[in-house]
């Protein structure tokens, strides 16, 4: 499985911004997605997960409510739907596939993931 996410790019706080990930290889609705991001300086932390038919999601607290996950799997790719962002957000964002748990499973937990795509840089000015 290969994951390439993109869609990253610098926004003032406030506004809007949506990532992709296209995945290829592996049927793509045999593995739940996920979003990770990691801030300059810290460890890399969960933001939001998807399961393999986009019937579950789940979400960091710190992003409730203002990001939204989903997925298109004719089109091999989730999305990651940013708003109302904070300086606090600016990090670089990774999708990654999780093969692992039954067709309603999504997790937090990093170590999980089995794939993992090469990141998209997002940066938030105040």
């Known amino acids: 499985v290969q994951l390439q996410a993109f869609g990253g790019g610098l926004v003032q706080a406030g506004g809007s911004l949506r990532l992709s990930c296209a995945a290829s290889?592996?049927?793509?609705?045999?593995?739940?997605m996920g979003w990770i991001r990691q801030a300059p300086g810290k460890e890399r932390e969960f933001v939001a997960a998807?399961?393999?038919?986009?019937?579950?999601?789940a979400y960091a607290d710190s992003v409730e409510g203002r990001f939204t996950i989903s997925r298109d799997n004719a089109k091999k790719t989730v999305y990651l739907h940013m708003s109302s962002l904070k300086p606090e957000d600016t990090a670089v964002y990774y999708c990654a596939g999780d093969v692992n748990g039954d067709s309603l499973a999504v997790t937090r937990v990093l170590r999980t993931y089995d794939y993992w795509g090469q990141g998209t840089l997002v940066t938030v000015s105040s």
């Open positions: 998807i399961s393999r038919s986009g019937t579950r999601t």
């Open positions: 290889g592996r049927t793509f609705s045999s593995y739940a």
